[in-house]
């Protein structure tokens, strides 16, 4: 996950190119300027100490948390579902375009980061979803990439070092495009039946143990565990410590009111953590903000949404099936 780093980071290349530099704190001004009042509850001290408190070693086999107290939540509606995809595209990738061909070392420690939801050779989640494949298609060419995988995932998982050195994954990047890209979309169609198990059901869980339960309120709890996580191994950062740190929805609190708490908690945590990443994703909590304004007309997601800092509007008829960018 984290696919958001590519991004910033192109954003960061184009703007170094540019003679204009765009304004990475953008949605990090006025009560989100990052100072004491605002950040000292969430303790990060350097970027560099926050990665290693990070990395907790996990005890369980797992890296996320055990959702079983969590209300259950069977399905989520399919148009939800897909508004909520398309909105957290366009946050990641700047196009409502599902990138799942893309494939990239972005030098963050996690390896190759590929798929529209940024799975990596580094941490696990590029090795179900490759096992989940070969047990469908056995003659896939990502296939012969699993032994490496295999001992990557078995170093230390705090040997983020080793974890993320793709030198025994050569052609792993052309591989992945080449199934991303195959006409069956059975590739394409696995990574999002993997999101939506793995990801956007648990979302939706700790949105109906807050008491949301509103289409644009699932979307915005989607986009955070996409963007956080909900793994126990990086709890300074993880979509618990921002429902901690935001306190639960009072008895008679409106779901809107709510929501805004909870954004205005993730934006602060955004613009004050201590690298130059996170403080330029803040525009994602600012566009839900604008949202939540008119909540009543946002709240079902039938309406075209404007995404204002990214200048996109969805409607949910895009194209969900093919990576058009990628795919050509
Ligand atoms: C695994 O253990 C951790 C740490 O004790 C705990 O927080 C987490 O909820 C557990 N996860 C599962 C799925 O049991
Ligand atoms: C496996 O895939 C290759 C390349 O796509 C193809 O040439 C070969 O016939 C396939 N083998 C089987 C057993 O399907
Ligand atoms: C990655 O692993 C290869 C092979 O083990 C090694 O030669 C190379 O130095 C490593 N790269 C880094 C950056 O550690």
Not at 197 to 205: F, G, K, Q, V, W
Not at 218 to 237: C, L, M, N, R, S
Not at 288 to 301: H, M, Q, T, V
Request: charge should be negative.
């Amino acid at each position: 996950m984290k696919l958001f780093l590519v991004a910033s980071l192109a954003i960061c290349l184009l703007a170094k190119s540019s003679y204009q530099a765009e304004d990475f704190r953008k949605a990090c001004h006025g009560k989100f300027e990052a100072g004491p009042n605002i950040c000292d509850k969430f303790n990060f001290i350097s970027s560099q100490e926050a990665v290693k408190k990070g990395c907790v070693t996990p005890t369980n086999g797992t890296t996320f948390y055990d959702l079983s107290e969590l209300p259950p939540v069977d399905a989520i509606d399919p148009h939800t579902a897909i508004m909520a995809s398309l909105i957290t595209n366009v946050f990641e990738d700047g196009d409502a375009n599902f990138a799942f061909a893309s494939c990239n070392d972005i030098n963050d420690l996690r390896g190759y980061t590929s798929g529209y939801a940024g799975f990596t050779t580094g941490t696990g989640d590029s090795e179900t979803l490759i096992e989940s494949y070969t047990l469908q298609d056995p003659n896939n060419t990502l296939a012969p990439f699993l032994e490496a995988i295999h001992q990557i995932s078995a170093l230390p998982h705090c040997d983020r070092k080793n974890r993320g050195n793709t030198s025994s994954l050569k052609g792993f990047c052309e591989a992945w495009k080449e199934e991303a890209c195959d006409p069956s979309h059975a590739f394409s169609k696995l990574q999002r039946d993997w999101v939506y198990e793995n990801y956007m059901i648990p979302s939706a869980r700790y949105a109906a143990q807050s008491g949301v339960h509103s289409p644009l309120g699932q979307a915005i709890f989607y986009d955070t565990i996409i963007q956080h996580g909900f793994q126990y191994v990086e709890p300074d950062i993880n979509i618990v410590r921002v429902l901690t740190l935001t306190g639960p929805k009072g008895t008679d609190e409106p779901e809107d009111s709510f929501l805004k708490r909870f954004l205005t908690t993730r934006r602060e945590l955004q613009c004050c953590y201590p690298d130059d990443v996170w403080p330029a994703s803040a525009t994602r909590s600012e566009d839900f903000l604008a949202l939540l304004n008119d909540f009543e007309y946002n709240k079902d997601l039938d309406v075209p949404i404007k995404l204002k800092n990214f200048e996109r509007t969805i409607t949910g008829n895009e194209d969900s099936v093919t990576d058009a960018k990628r795919c050509l």
